[in-house]
C-alpha cells in the first residue's frame, strides 16, 4: 500500500447501496412451472400418441395392409429386432398373411417373458384367426404371429 496523497480521500465508494432483496419467489416460479409443465406432458402424452392397444391396432393395420400391397420394405422396417433377424423381406407374407382379407377383431395385453406386449386377434377371410404379438421397441413393432388351432 502507498501512504501518498490521494487524488480522492473518501474511499471507493460501495456499489451496492441498497438493501439485499430476496428473490425466491423467481425460482419457485420457475421450479413449479418445470414441475406443472412434466406432469402435463406425462398427462397429454397418451392423447398425441393414442393408447398402447390403438397403437398396436394402428401398427398392425398398417403392416397387413402393406403386405397385402406388397410393399415388403415398409413391413420388413416395421419388424421387431428378433423377426427382422429371422426373416428375409420375401418370408414375411408367408409368415404373416392369412388366406384372403384380415380385420382387426381385438387387441389384448399380456406378459411375455417378464414383458408387456399387445397380442392382436386379426380374422382372416376363411374364418381363421391369428394372434400377432406387438412389442415396444421404440415405438410398436411386430414382433411375432400366432395360428392357434
Same mark, same amino acid.
Given at each position: 500500500?502507498?501512504? *501518498?496523497?490521494? %487524488?480522492?480521500?473518501? *474511499?471507493?465508494?460501495?456499489?451496492?447501496?441498497?438493501?439485499?432483496?430476496?428473490?425466491? &419467489?423467481?425460482?419457485?416460479?420457475?421450479?413449479?412451472? #418445470? @414441475?406443472?409443465?412434466?406432469?402435463?406432458?406425462?398427462?397429454?402424452?397418451?392423447?398425441?400418441?393414442? !393408447?398402447? +392397444?390403438?397403437?398396436?391396432?394402428?401398427?398392425? &393395420?398398417?403392416?397387413?395392409?402393406?403386405?397385402?400391397?406388397?410393399?415388403? #420394405?415398409?413391413?420388413? +422396417?416395421?419388424?421387431? +429386432?428378433?423377426?427382422?433377424? =429371422?426373416?428375409?423381406?420375401?418370408? @414375411?407374407?408367408?409368415?404373416? %398373411? *392369412? !388366406?384372403?382379407?384380415?380385420?382387426?377383431?381385438?387387441?389384448?395385453?399380456?406378459?411375455? *417373458?417378464? !414383458?408387456?406386449?399387445?397380442?392382436?386377434?386379426? =380374422?382372416? !377371410?376363411?374364418?381363421? #384367426? #391369428? =394372434? @400377432?404379438?406387438?412389442? &415396444?421397441?421404440?415405438?410398436?413393432?411386430?414382433?411375432?404371429?400366432?395360428?392357434?388351432?
Amino acid at each position: 500500500m502507498s501512504t *501518498g496523497p490521494f %487524488l480522492y480521500d473518501d *474511499g471507493p465508494a460501495p456499489l451496492h447501496t441498497g438493501t439485499p432483496r430476496r428473490r425466491s &419467489g423467481l425460482l419457485l416460479a420457475l421450479f413449479g412451472g #418445470t @414441475i406443472v409443465f412434466a406432469v402435463l406432458l406425462v398427462l397429454f402424452t397418451p392423447l398425441l400418441k393414442g !393408447s398402447p +392397444e390403438q397403437q398396436a391396432r394402428d401398427s398392425v &393395420g398398417v403392416f397387413l395392409k402393406a403386405l397385402a400391397q406388397g410393399d415388403t #420394405t415398409t413391413a420388413d +422396417e416395421m419388424l421387431c +429386432e428378433k423377426e427382422h433377424a =429371422r426373416l428375409r423381406p420375401d418370408q @414375411i407374407a408367408g409368415d404373416y %398373411l *392369412g !388366406s384372403g382379407t384380415g380385420q382387426i377383431v381385438r387387441v389384448d395385453r399380456a406378459d411375455v *417373458g417378464g !414383458s408387456t406386449v399387445a397380442q392382436v386377434a386379426v =380374422r382372416w !377371410s376363411d374364418g381363421a #384367426t #391369428t =394372434r @400377432i404379438t406387438v412389442v &415396444g421397441e421404440n415405438g410398436p413393432h411386430v414382433c411375432g404371429s400366432s395360428h392357434p388351432g
